[in-house]
Structure formats: structure tokens, C-alpha cells
């Protein structure tokens, strides 16, 4: 049954009876036969003045669910929609009972345009036609019955019609009872249970009964899966965990909410209110996803301003300001008035931190110029004096101080006091000590508790002595007699020690806090937060003037006095880097650990992690460094120390010969910090690709690396290779780099005659000749010795020397008479006799080769030389034999030729 159906029941009730008949009873009686089947006439005369009744649905408390939730209900199935201003028309009737006649107003006041019937349960609704000339003064005629209830679904909508009817009415506990009744009538699967739970519970929640409605809420899920008033039910309990804090439900619950629901407002609010609990969680990247996906959205969203500003704050918190300041910028873009503002002065304050002051100026300007601005005008204000101040424009801050000093119940009530202070500051700086004085004392006076009043005590007595006041000493006097707070009391000399640190001075400044904090302990003047504060600053100053034993006792002295004390972990850290530098690596360690263990969100616990790591490396356990340092990148990947990790990491696998797993760690750490790790990583990873033999890699360390800085063993190495592989280039650089660095041990036979030989075949001749000689006097075995006398002899060939050539590789042939190097002093003589035209000659020389070896190499490339030089000396019967001789001993050469 409709809801409406009890606005109109209502109406005629007033209309109908007098008022000592009427019941509630009676208006559920009504309200059957208004919106039921109807079975007796009641026939009442038309009223020349018919009754306009204005129906307005119940508002949600929540916009984005009022919109979302259909109020929906009737006997014959069609759904009806109650709309804002809804108007019903009814005729005033002269009976008092039930059984009269209802009749319409005339058919052109109805401003029908069809005839129509529809039948539901033996009940005929007809409107007559506008054109039907025999029907237009013939009234419409209901006829209705005393209603019951004829099966259990009409049954179970009567009954929700009665919950509806109290809900609407704001009767909310009968509404709350009247819905528990139909919930317990009907069974899971039965119309309308969905509504029932979510407005019962929604009707617990307008009382107040938040615990009650959320039961509800969670039995509407428990039993139906879908619908706009599961999502509904969803949303609810995410406000609820929201509340509370608990925010993983809230965000399990508004995930639910915006699966469930087609409405673009709900799923667009549970992307906000999502977004906001993953940022108490702390999942600040996800919640910027969200935030940003919410602010990209404007339509059928009234969050998308909030979201983006939220957006801009936590890119702030995490690091990237600049981003930020984009999206302030995009909000003053697209928004004007107070969010516009708030983004300009937010965007200037990111731009000061960073240094951009002139930029920060440009934001607070536009922000005052707004004109629906608000308060932020004058946070903006007061940032333009400070800037102003900042800039030494004492003048250009003055002006800003009638907008910055407004009071509101809105402003934060430190801006007042602050643009005072800002403006004495400024009036001081500019030798107007007279209204400056009255400044300082207009704020103390207005803002006494305030912390610019607090700052404002010492420039005050600064002020007094540069008017040359002769009360200053009284008004100090006067200072410490009238100081309520004993803190107060010590504020001149607190002033004088905060004056020498701000100058540096640190040696000055650690006395006068001592000489301060002995005075106080004996007298008792101070608070413990103030005393804490106080020694903290003492042992900072005496470890700054390096004085390591005093502020070792003093940091000392903090832990032990103030266990809980704000700057515990700074302590701790300064303590232990004490100990660290003094040599007392188990007391340096102890105060790592505690750190670590005991304080996780502390700010010193990455550099206690770092420290412990290269504490545990001084101590030479290395898996306990490289385990420490592990932890280290785990726990803060963007630490400024990843780098030194990496290395320590790699150097560590590195010595313990595990070469593949030294280079990951060590190239991570070239990376991140090439100008200190360069070479120190760099060295390691040639070595380490040196020892695994990869050639390539190694090279392209060398590379990377300034010559100095390659040991010598690889530069070998490295040419040596290259010599085999052809590379004559590679080989001349690195084996060059080792003849010139003197080293005797690696100046060896080998290396100068690889380098002589690599000279020769890129036709560098002379400058192979100290090599090959060197190469000679080296060599200390037949073998090598032939060998050097071969290079000599190809160095003469290629230097024209044909007869100093020829009697260098006969010697050679002396030192070695057989073997492969036998047979290349032969091809090489062979060829020695070519380039001087003596083919016959030469064609006999590389035949001695085939007849004196079978090398499947050497051979069959002897019998091709010596059939190209038969041919050249036009001896064509030998070239045919030595090409029959080829085919025989070498037919797949032949075949491949």
C-alpha cells in the first residue's frame, strides 16, 4: 500500500468525522479504502471548493540516500512515486460516515484525453473522455466497502502500509514497532523485507539508537544481496565504522555500498568517504588514487572540491609539493570563492617552504583580492607580512595588518596575536620603537596566553632597551615578580642562551643553558617539559662544539631523567654516534637496537638502522650488517642511505666469493649514488664479471671505469681475449695500458707478443717493434722464442725487410723443427717468397707444409697457397697435383671452397 494513501486517509478523516471519533484505527480503515480494491459504494456530493492538500516526502538525512531509496508500494503491482509538491485534490462531502459517494470534479477540471479502465480484483476505475459530448457533466463515481484483507499478501502490505504511514508521519517508535511486525510476518524472499529492515533502521538511527539501527542494517545485508537498499544498508554501516574510527570496515562497507548501487551520487560519495579512511589508515597512495578519481568526477558528485584539495594534501605530505601546488592551482581554476582562496593560500605556504617566495606572494595576492575569500583573506594577509617581513619589507607588512588582525569566530585565534607580533617585529626593525612598544603591549594585553605573546616577552624587553627605558631593569624585575607560570620566571636567561644558539655560538650556549638548568633544579622553576627541553639543547650544543665527553654525559643524563621524554630517539641516536666515534661499538649497538625496537614511527629509527648495519660492519659480521641493511631498504625504500646499503650488501657477497649475487646489490648502489659509489661499485663489478668470465660485460666495465682504476690482471685478461677473438683494436688498448704501467709481473712474453702481433695486423708496424724485440728478450724456451722470432718476422715483412724477414723465420724454423708452429714459419716463408715474386719458390715451401703435417687447419690451407703460386709461376702440372692432392686428403674443404 502507498505511503500517500495515508496523507489523503488522513485529509478526509479531518474532513469526514469529528474529532472524537478518530483513531488511529480508523486511519488505517481509511487508508485501505483509499488506495484498495472497494466493493460498497460511498457516494457523497460534489463540492463546489475542492481541498488542495500538499504532500512533501520525508527528507534522509543523508542527500546521496534520500535520492537513491524509491518509496514504492501498492495493491495492483504498479510502483508509485511520491514527488516533491505532489497535489491531491478532494471534495468536502456533507455525510460523516462511511458509505457515502465520492464523486470527481467535472471532466474538464480532470483534463483527461482518454478513456481508460483498468480491472484489479473487481474494482472499475474509468475516467471518461474529454470528446464523449454525453459524458461531461457526468460525475465520476467510486464505490467502495469496508476493507478486508482477502489473502496474506494483502495482509502483509497492510501491515507495512501502517509502518510506512508512522515513518512518514515521523511517529518513529510506532514506526519502528509497526516494521518489527512485518519483518516477523513475512519470511527471507518476500516483498518488501529489504524496505522494511533499512527504514526500520533507519528510524533507530533518527532516534538516536545507533547500535539498534546498525543490527538492522547488518540483517538487511545478511539476508539480501542486491538493491539500492543494500547499498543503502552498505553506506550506513560505513558511517558508522567511520565514526568510530574503523576504518578497514568502513572501507570493506563503502566498497560494498558502490558495487551495489546504480545511483552515479552514491558510488561517487563512497569513492570520497573511502578514500577519506584509507588516509586514516595510512594507505596514503591509494587514498590519493581515490581522491584523485573522485575529484576528476563533477557531475552528480559534491565532494569533487573536498576531494581534490585532500588530493593537494597529501601529495604535500608525501614529498611532492610541486604536484601540490598543480592541483591548487586546478582548484582556483575551476572554483572560486572560499575553496579557491583556501587553495591559494595553501599553494603560497607550499611555495615558501620551498623557497619560491615570490611566488608564494602571488598566491596570497590573489586569495585577498578574492571577494567571497572569507577567512582565508586573512591567513593570506598575515602570510604576506610574514613574507614582507621575511623579505626585510618592513613597510609592505604593515599594510597587510588591519585584514590580518580581523576577529571572527571563524579565524584561528592565534592569526590576530601572530599579525600583531609580526607587525611590532617589523616596527622594531624600522626604528619606530615607540609603537612598536605599543604593539607588544596590545597583544600581550588582548592575547596573554597566546603564543605570540610568549614570543613577543624578549623583542619587548629588546624594544625597551633600545628606547633606552629607564624602567628596564624594574620591568625585568616586574617580569619575574608578576610571572604566575615558575617557567616564566627563568625566561630572560632561557632568552639569552636561545639568543647565543641562534647565532651559533655553541660553545656560549651550552654554558648558559647548564649555568640556567642548575639554577632551576635547585629552585624548582621549571616544568619538566621545559627542563627536558632545556637539557636536550645543552648536550645538542655540547656535541656541536665538540666537546664528546659533556654531551655524551648530558644525552646520558636526558635518558635516564626523562624515559619518556619527547626526544628520547634523538637522544639515543646522538648517544650512540658518540659511542660509534669513541670506539664503544656495544654501547653504540645497544642504543640502535633500542631504537629500532622500541620506537618504529620515530623519525631517528632509519638512521639507527643505518648506523647499527655499519656498527655490525666494523665489527666484521658481515651477515649481520648485510641482514640490518636488508631491513633498512625494507622498511624505508626512498632512504637516502639505499645506496650505501646496496654496496655494503654487495661488497659483503662480493668477499664472500658470490659473485652472481654481488652485482645486482652493487649496480643498484653506482646508481643511486654514482659520485661516492662510482668506482668503489664499479671496481667490484668489473672484478666480479671478470671472475664469472663474461667478456662482454667486462669490457663494458672497463669502459666505466678511468684506466687507473682497472686492475692489472683484468686489462690482461681482456686483451689476451680479444688477441683470440680477432679483435685486434681492443687488444692493442688494453695490453698497451699494461706495457705502459711497468708492471714487471704482468709484462710477460705472451702479453708483448700478442701486442706486437695485434699492432702488426692493423699495418703498425713500427710501432710493434719494441714489443716483438721485448717479446724476444723474454722469451726463455725454444718454443716461445720461435714464436717472438716469427712476430720479428712478419714485423720485417710488413716493414719491407724481406732478407732480414727471411733470415728471421729460418731462425725460427732452427728453434722449432717440427710442430704447428714449424708449419706457420713455413706458410709464413712461403708467403715471404710470394711478395718478393718467387712463386716457385714459394708454391715448394708451402708444399713442405703438406708433406710435413696433417692438420685439418693448417694443411688444407698450405695445398691452396701452394696451388695459387704453381699457377702464378705458370707451372700448371704441379697446381693440378696439388689440387688433386687437396681433393683426395681434403674433400670437404673443396667442397666449401
Not at 35 to 44: E, F, Y
Not at 742 to 770: H, R, S, Y
Not at 793 to 807: F, M, P, T
Request: proline share 4%.
Amino acid at each position: 500500500m502507498h505511503s500517500d494513501h495515508y496523507f489523503v486517509a488522513d485529509h478526509l478523516i479531518q474532513i469526514l468525522f469529528p474529532k472524537e471519533v478518530r483513531s488511529e484505527r480508523l486511519l488505517l480503515v481509511m487508508a485501505f479504502l483509499v488506495g484498495s480494491p472497494l466493493h460498497a459504494q460511498i457516494v457523497s456530493e460534489i463540492s463546489p471548493q475542492p481541498v488542495t492538500i500538499q504532500s512533501t516526502p520525508q527528507q534522509a538525512t543523508q542527500p546521496e540516500i534520500r535520492r537513491a531509496i524509491p518509496v514504492t508500494g501498492s495493491n495492483s503491482g504498479v510502483s508509485v512515486q511520491v514527488l516533491p509538491q505532489q497535489t491531491i485534490q478532494l471534495n468536502r462531502t456533507t455525510g460523516e460516515q462511511l458509505g457515502h459517494f465520492i464523486q470527481s470534479p467535472p471532466p474538464q477540471e480532470v483534463n483527461s484525453e482518454r478513456v481508460h479502465a483498468e480491472e484489479s480484483q473487481g474494482v472499475i476505475v474509468q475516467s471518461p473522455s474529454s470528446k464523449d459530448e454525453n459524458s461531461e457533466r457526468l460525475p465520476q463515481i467510486i464505490r467502495m466497502a469496508p476493507m478486508v484483507p482477502h489473502n496474506e499478501a494483502e495482509r502483509f502490505d497492510a501491515q507495512l502500509a501502517v509502518a510506512n504511514g508512522f515513518y512518514m508521519r515521523q511517529q518513529l517508535e510506532m514506526a519502528v514497532s509497526e516494521y518489527k511486525n512485518f519483518i516477523e510476518m513475512t519470511s527471507p524472499g518476500q516483498p518488501h523485507r529489504a524496505e522494511a529492515f533499512f527504514r526500520c533502521g533507519e528510524a533507530l538511527r533518527t532516534l538516536g539508537k545507533s547500535f539498534d539501527a546498525q543490527d538492522f542494517y547488518k540483517k538487511l545485508l545478511q539476508e539480501i544481496s542486491s538493491g539500492e537498499f543494500a547499498a543503502a544498508a552498505s553506506y550506513r554501516l560505513g558511517e558508522y565504522y567511520q565514526s568510530r574510527k574503523e576504518f578497514r570496515p568502513a572501507v570493506e562497507s563503502y566498497e560494498r555500498a558502490r558495487k551495489l548501487s546504480v545511483d552515479p551520487k552514491i558510488q561517487n560519495a563512497t569513492l570520497y568517504q573511502e578514500a577519506r579512511c584509507r588516509d586514516e589508515l595510512g594507505e596514503e597512495q591509494k587514498a590519493m588514487i581515490l581522491f584523485d578519481e573522485v575529484s576528476q568526477i563533477e557531475e552528480n558528485n559534491s565532494n569533487w572540491i573536498q576531494a581534490k584539495m585532500a588530493l593537494a594534501a597529501l601529495e604535500e605530505k608525501n614529498g611532492n609539493k610541486a604536484k601540490a601546488i598543480a592541483t591548487y592551482q586546478t582548484i582556483i581554476q575551476e572554483t572560486q570563492g572560499i575553496f579557491a582562496a583556501e587553495a591559494m593560500v595553501k599553494a603560497a605556504m607550499i611555495s615558501g617552504a620551498l623557497g619560491k617566495k615570490e611566488q608564494a606572494m602571488q598566491f596570497f595576492e590573489k586569495a585577498i583580492d578574492l571577494p567571497l575569500g572569507g577567512v582565508w583573506k586573512n591567513m593570506a594577509a598575515l602570510g604576506m607580512m610574514k613574507l614582507a617581513y621575511e623579505a626585510k619589507d618592513y613597510k609592505k607588512a604593515l599594510i597587510f595588518l588591519d585584514l590580518a588582525a580581523v576577529s571572527s569566530a571563524d579565524a584561528n585565534p592565534e592569526m590576530r596575536p601572530q599579525a600583531l607580533l609580526v607587525a611590532a617585529n617589523a616596527l622594531r626593525q624600522l626604528g619606530d620603537f615607540q609603537k612598536a612598544l605599543s604593539q607588544y603591549n596590545q597583544l600581550i594585553k588582548e592575547s596573554p596566553r597566546s603564543h605570540a605573546a610568549q614570543e613577543a616577552a624578549f623583542p619587548r624587553l629588546l624594544t625597551l632597551q633600545a628606547l633606552k627605558d629607564p624602567t628596564l631593569s624594574s620591568q625585568i624585575e616586574e617580569y619575574l615578580l608578576l610571572a604566575t607560570d615558575l617557567h616564566e620566571r627563568a625566561q630572560v636567561r632561557l632568552l639569552k642562551a636561545e639568543n647565543f644558539f641562534s647565532k651559533g655560538d655553541a660553545i656560549h650556549a651550552a654554558e648558559a643553558y647548564e649555568s640556567l638548568l642548575n639554577d632551576v633544579k635547585s629552585a624548582s622553576i621549571l616544568s619538566p617539559e621545559r627542563s627536558s627541553d632545556i637539557l636536550y639543547k645543552e648536550a645538542w650544543c655540547w656535541n656541536r662544539a665538540g666537546n664528546s665527553q659533556k654531551a655524551l654525559d648530558a644525552f646520558s643524563q636526558y635518558i635516564i631523567t626523562y624515559p619518556k621524554g619527547t626526544q628520547i630517539p634523538a637522544s639515543l641516536i646522538q648517544r650512540g654516534l658518540l659511542f660509534q666515534k669513541m670506539g664503544n661499538l656495544p654501547g653504540a649497538l645497544t642504543d640502535y637496537t633500542t631504537i629500532i625496537e622500541q620506537y618504529p614511527q620515530a623519525s631517528e629509527r632509519e638512521c639507527a638502522l643505518q648506523q647499527k648495519a655499519l656498527a655490525l660492519g666494523q665489527q666484521q659480521n658481515n651477515k649481520g650488517m648485510v641482514e640490518t641493511f636488508q631491513q633498512l631498504l625494507r622498511y624505508y625504500p626512498t632512504t637516502k642511505a639505499a645506496a650505501q646499503a646496496d654496496f655494503w650488501i654487495g661488497w659483503a657477497a662480493f668477499e664472500a666469493k658470490d659473485y652472481k649475487g654481488a652485482i645486482v646489490p652493487l649496480e643498484q648502489a653506482r646508481k643511486l649514488n654514482p659520485k661516492e659509489f662510482g668506482e668503489k661499485a664499479g671496481v667490484r663489478l668489473l672484478l666480479c664479471r671478470y671472475y664469472l668470465e663474461q667478456l662482454p660485460e667486462t669490457m663494458r666495465e672497463v669502459a666505466a671505469l678511468k684506466s687507473e682504476a682497472v686492475p692489472g690482471e683484468v686489462l690482461r685478461w681482456l686483451g689476451l681475449k680479444a688477441y683470440q677473438q680477432g679483435d685486434f683494436l681492443h687488444a692493442e688498448r688494453f695490453l698497451n695500458t699494461i706495457v705502459k704501467s711497468g708492471k714487471i709481473d704482468l709484462l710477460t712474453a705472451e702479453v708483448e707478443a700478442a701486442l706486437a702481433q695485434a699492432l702488426i695486423n692493423q699495418g703498425k708496424f713500427k710501432e710493434a717493434e719494441i714489443s716483438a724485440t721485448k717479446a724476444l728478450e723474454l722469451s726463455t724456451d725454444p718454443e716461445s722464442r720461435a714464436q717472438a722470432t716469427l712476430t720479428l718476422a712478419r714485423l720485417q715483412k710488413g716493414l719491407r725487410n724481406y732478407n732480414e724477414a727471411e733470415k728471421l723465420v729460418n731462425e725460427a724454423l732452427l728453434l722449432q723443427p717440427e710442430g704447428n708452429l714449424n708449419s706457420e714459419a713455413r706458410l709464413f716463408l712461403g708467403d715471404l717468397l710470394a711478395t718478393r715474386t718467387d712463386y716457385d719458390a714459394a708454391a715448394r715451401a708451402y708444399m713442405t707444409v703438406a708433406l710435413l703435417t696433417n692438420d685439418p687447419k693448417i694443411t688444407p690451407k698450405a695445398l691452396k697457397k701452394a696451388i695459387d703460386a704453381y699457377r702464378r709461376a705458370h707451372n700448371i702440372t704441379e697446381a693440378q697435383k696439388a689440387e688433386e692432392e687437396l681433393k683426395q686428403r681434403f674433400p670437404e674443404k673443396v667442397s666449401k671452397e
